[in-house]
């Protein structure tokens, strides 16, 4: 119903706009100054005559924005209203026209109002600021909006508007605001999620897991070494060597200080280049032991963070790929891989692996996936597999070949898709850039690494091996169920079956019957395809085949091939090493069926009512993990390293030491860290013969026949060892006089020292 139009109540007629201007008393006193004029679609208020008058708060009738309309009758209104229209002036009459005034006229005249005025976009009290809706009047600063029908009171509040003393009426009640961060914390904010990061406490616990499962290596690390002192009193002067001549002659890195005066002699073995590094610190053979029972423990975390990271990108769960990564490191069978550092430290591997298939977008559970695609990782597998090769080619040859293959492999597969739909499989040139320079970059460090070992062969071609060589080190089935003595859980019932063997310590294979029953689940059971686990089933089967060297059908149709065509195979001297890839796959099979199960478990946890279940169920999928972990407990012992002789500090190279063995002669080249002089003495995977010449005629040492012959190789000093002469000829012309032979004797601490 419109304004200005008789009604069915008592509605009062809406003066024109030139009385609303003129006259606002009036319209103060109607009791809707504020009020814009209805529009022919809104009905018009009623009210009742008979009502009483309102005041605040009181039953009234509704004015057309809903404030309480104030009765004429009411004492004292008209004039206090008068009196609010007075001082507000020009500001009374704007605000309480608002966006109504042109609806007033508009609705005067009996038309629409316009629609940038319509009440319910720009004037509506309802919106902007409705005393009936915010109940707070002063609020809104409206001195027109704020004057309710109150006269009834006889007070004046145009007064006290000016002071908002709503508000501060309740702040001692809010909030105290939020301080700001400082410095130290807004910088600790990236550091704290670093911490709790997956990568991060995945890292962390490799390392606390490899301190507690190599233990005691680090309880005396620096007099004290895991397995023997043998091959480990090798490996400690390899790094030694490499870290001190890097720093005083980077040429003459392949002519080390030992097998005087023999050329290459630093590739002789599996040197550990890549600890280079950690060569540089420290000097001396209690800082070279102590710096491989660091690189010790460091391995076998690495291992374990690598095989974690290799199945995580591959798609597995947490728990999944932790039981991997302990199974990778932890295998039963590497227990007596112990004196091996070189075969240890394959943790770069997985990881190479693992950051190659991140960085080309690739998982074994979702596929290839192009929008994952990243270039950096790509160029950072590259380089872990390049320092991994730097480690030996004992482990690294074969990885190598590996990688050769998977490239050659993926290379058919894009071409044969790109021929079968037509279209070519988005691959990228920055990719493709990174693979090309990765892939020249891994060949180039191998073929500066294989060089010297070339030359060696090439010296010494006694030192190749044969395939007879290969037999001897070649293990049968039974080895892949027999544990090493090491094994704290198997190796007491394993003693029947590891003295059937003819070279125990390297046909010992059991990866862990947890392992291989998880394993065997994951065909069944897993989270990955089924075309999947049939690819890892057949290549455990078929390291399993490699493994076995000569044994499995005379490696007719494994090994041998291998052995005769592939560059550096030859050298190769055990072939179950290869256990390793097994250990890998199984591990990955393991990590699937775990990964279902733990699924499985939170789906049913999510739908327990009540839930308090849940977490016994969640703990019973680290069962596995556990089981895996318990099967890799050891009981390697921890052999005092021989001290060195005082002698050894300041005897001048070249020098020759007595007695002189394989065995012997490691812990020589170890006790050589101090100064690193040129010694006739080395041990390796070979014996030079001229090594073996001077082993021989020095059995008569002292005399004339042996000290013109270390004379003319350029000896100048002989150190015998009264503490190793026990049962041999040194044992009777130790105490002998030397004057006729021209040289002079002396005697150090427990040696004796002769110069030429």
């Keep these: 119903m419109t304004s200005g139009q008789p009604g069915t109540g008592n509605a009062r007629p809406t003066p024109t706009g030139t009385d609303t201007e003129s006259q606002p008393a009036t319209t103060a006193a109607a009791g809707a100054p504020t009020q814009p004029a209805r529009t022919s679609d809104e009905p018009a208020a009623e009210t009742t005559a008979a009502q009483p008058p309102a005041g605040d708060g009181g039953a009234t009738g509704s004015a057309p924005n809903g404030d309480s309309e104030a009765d004429p009758a009411t004492s004292g209104a008209v004039k206090d209203a008068a009196r609010r229209a007075d001082k507000q002036g020009d500001t009374a009459k704007q605000d309480a026209a608002g966006g109504g005034a042109a609806s007033s006229d508009s609705t005067a005249k009996g038309t629409d109002a316009p629609k940038d005025s319509d009440p319910a976009k720009d004037g509506d009290p309802a919106k902007d600021g409705d005393p009936a809706k915010d109940g707070d009047p002063i609020k809104d600063g409206d001195p027109a909006k704020g004057a309710k029908a109150d006269g009834a009171d006889g007070t004046d509040k145009a007064d006290s508007e000016a002071k908002p003393v709503g ?13 700001r961060p400082s410095i130290v914390s807004r910088a600790g904010r990236p550091v704290g999620r670093f911490l709790i990061h997956e990568w991060t406490l995945a890292a962390l616990g490799a390392l606390a897991l490899a301190v507690l499962m190599t233990w005691p290596t680090l309880r005396y690390p620096r007099y004290t070494l895991p397995q023997d002192y043998w091959d480990p009193s090798l490996q400690a002067w390899q790094m030694a060597w490499s870290g001190h001549i890097l720093l005083a002659d980077p040429a003459r890195l392949w002519q080390s200080n030992t097998f005087f005066p023999e050329l290459w002699s630093f590739a002789f073995s599996d040197t550990l280049l890549g600890y280079a590094p950690a060569g540089m610190l420290g000097s001396g053979p209690e800082d070279a032991v102590l710096r491989y029972n660091i690189m010790f423990v460091l391995a076998h975390a690495l291992a374990t963070f690598g095989a974690y990271a290799l ?17 990778y490191t932890y295998a039963p069978w590497l227990l007596a891989q112990a004196g091996h550092l070189h075969v240890l430290s394959n943790g770069g591997i997985p990881l190479a692996l693992a950051m190659l298939a991140r960085g080309h977008g690739w998982s074994l559970r979702h596929g290839y996936r192009p929008e994952r695609r990243h270039d950096g990782w790509v160029y950072a597998g590259w380089l872990v597999a390049a320092w991994q090769l730097s480690l030996g080619f004992g482990i690294g040859l074969p990885f190598a070949y590996l990688l050769a293959g998977v490239v ?28 090309v320079l990765g892939g020249v ?12 070992f070339f030359k060696v062969t090439e010296l010494h071609p006694y030192a190749e091996r044969t395939i007879g060589d290969i037999g001897l080190f070649s293990p049968p089935a039974s080895g892949f169920v027999t544990a090493p003595g090491e094994s704290r859980i198997w190796g007491g019932l394993h003693e029947g079956a590891r003295a059937a063997l003819p070279w125990h310590p390297e046909m010992t294979l059991l990866p862990g019957f947890v392992l291989y029953a998880l394993a065997a689940g994951g065909l069944f059971f897993s989270v990955w395809r089924l075309r999947h686990r049939l690819l890892l089933l057949a290549g455990v089967l078929l390291t399993m085949a490699f493994a076995m060297g000569t044994r499995f059908f005379d490696g007719t149709f494994t090994y041998v ?23 890998l796959l199984l591990g990955l099979l393991a990590a699937g069926a775990v990964t279902a199960l733990t699924d499985r478990v939170r789906e049913l946890t999510a739908q327990r009512i009540p839930s308090w279940p849940g977490p016994w169920l969640r703990m019973a999928t680290l069962l596995p993990l556990l089981l895996v972990t318990v099967e890799g407990l ?3 012992p921890h052999p005092v390293v021989p001290t060195q002789p005082a002698a050894m500090r300041s005897a001048e190279g070249p020098l020759l030491v007595l007695p002189s063995n394989q065995s012997l002669d490691q812990h020589v080249m170890l006790w050589s860290t101090s100064g690193f002089p040129d010694v006739v003495n080395g041990g390796s995977g070979f014996t030079p013969r001229q090594l073996d010449d001077v082993r021989r005629v020095s059995q008569s040492f002292p ?54």
């Design 408 to 435: 050659l492999v993926a290379a058919v597969l894009f071409l044969a898709r790109r021929l079968r739909t037509g279209q070519a499989v988005p691959f990228g040139r920055r990719l493709f850039a990174a693979d």
């Design 167 to 179: 508000p501060e009426r309740w702040e001692a009640f809010a909030s105290a605001p939020e301080p």
């Design 634 to 636: 050891n009981t390697t």
């Design 311 to 327: 199945a995580r990108q591959l798609g597995a769960g947490r728990i999944g790929a932790a039981v991997a990564g302990v199974s």
């Design 441 to 452: 970059l891994f060949a180039g460090v191998g073929l500066l690494m294989a060089f010297p």
């Design 561 to 583: 091939p291998l052995f005769e065509h592939l560059p550096g195979w030859s050298g190769l001297r055990t072939p179950g090493r290869l256990m390793l890839w097994t250990t």
């Design 703 to 756: 005399d004339q026949t042996s000290v013109d012959y270390l004379r003319t190789l350029g000896v100048r000093t002989v150190v015998l060892l009264r503490g190793q002469v026990a049962g041999t000829p040194w044992e009777i012309t130790i105490d002998a006089p030397v004057e006729s032979l021209g040289i002079s004797r002396q005697e150090v601490g427990e040696a004796v020292v002769y110069r030429l």
